[in-house]
């Protein structure tokens, strides 16, 4: 899987649900509107400093949830659909990870039969006190999912559920 890819999709389906979210009045705290991560360059693992970093602006900030949006990727070709996972003993994760989940079934592929998975490996889940959930929009590893999650419709209609399912567990908004 191309990294710089997903980093440039995750991006821009990140500004996409941060727009419609902000027309709805919710107030949106992005870890990364650009390019550059949360590290230092002279640093010598920069992943592990940026997902540090990352965790502390979110305990530092306390938001009433985090959503982070990745692409997924598989050593299988015919794998595909989006999957949003949650650390396994956060009741309030699993509720926004199962919102979102319904969402982009939903919204975006009726035909996916994936459910909102618990997880307790994954750093970001672990190390963050408020409720989070991981948004997998979809595997790159697809052939024609990964043709997909480059079209700007595709991409309008991911950020369209995952905002709506973020507007449905905070507890309003329109659908």
């Known amino acids: 899987m191309d990294d710089s890819l997903e980093k440039e999709l995750n991006l821009i389906i990140a500004k996409k649900v941060q727009t419609i979210l902000k027309q709805q009045d919710v107030e949106v705290l992005m870890t990364r ?5 949360l590290y230092e360059e002279q ?7 940026d997902m540090k970093n990352r965790c502390a602006l979110i305990n530092d900030t306390k938001p009433d949830c985090v959503v982070s949006i990745h692409q997924n990727s598989y050593h299988e070709e015919y794998v595909k659909g989006a999957q949003v996972f949650y650390y396994g003993s956060s009741e309030e994760g699993k509720r926004l990870a199962e919102t979102l989940q319904e969402r ?6 009726p035909e996916n039969h994936r459910q909102a998975k618990a997880n307790s490996s994954y750093y970001l889940l ?40 973020i507007l449905s567990y905070l507890g309003g908004g329109v659908e």
């Open 43 to 49: 640093t010598s693992n920069k992943k592990v400093q």
């Open 126 to 165: 672990k190390k963050t006190e408020v409720p989070i959930v991981i948004v997998e929009c979809g595997f790159l590893s697809n052939w024609e999912e990964a043709k997909k999650l480059q079209e700007d419709n595709y991409q309008n209609q991911i950020a369209w559920a995952v905002a709506m399912g």
């Open 33 to 37: 509107e650009s390019d550059k991560g």
């Open 104 to 109: 982009l079934i939903s919204y975006v592929d």
